[in-house]
């Protein structure tokens, strides 16, 4: 535990687990907000008829704050029927982690994979 607080600075308190944490809690809520439905176009009233999922899928990503000071980014992993068949998922300390650019990082290695897996139809089950 001595070596994780020396790797995220001098005197910090946020321990293993609550990243741990933070990054399946983020990762739970992509797969929840897309066993929901499709990914959303920008349209009025989304925000209303959807709620939550409905904004998580519309933005690609989620972004939760552990009670000990992590945050954890996740984005999907989709097939070509916009099925979340994974999730990728970064945490750090909310003081050093630039939330933006993890994200536009993390959407874009989803990106990646997501083309990846639809290149190749027989990684994932196509739904």
Request: hydrophobic share 50%.
């Amino acid at each position: 535990m001595d070596a994780v607080r020396r790797a995220h600075g001098v005197g910090a308190e946020i321990g293993v687990e609550d990243e741990a944490r933070a990054s399946v809690q983020a990762a739970t809520r992509i797969f929840q907000a897309f066993a929901a439905g499709p990914p959303l176009r920008v349209s009025a009233g989304w925000e209303e008829a959807e709620g939550e999922a409905g904004r998580v899928r519309h933005q690609g990503f989620v972004a939760v704050r552990g009670a000990g000071g992590a945050v954890g980014i996740a984005a999907p992993v989709l097939t070509a029927s916009s099925t979340a068949v994974g999730a990728l998922a970064v945490t750090g300390p909310q003081g050093r982690l630039q939330v933006v650019g993890a994200v536009s990082h993390l959407r874009a290695a989803c990106a990646a994979v997501s083309r990846a897996l639809q290149r190749t139809p027989d990684m994932a089950p196509a739904h």
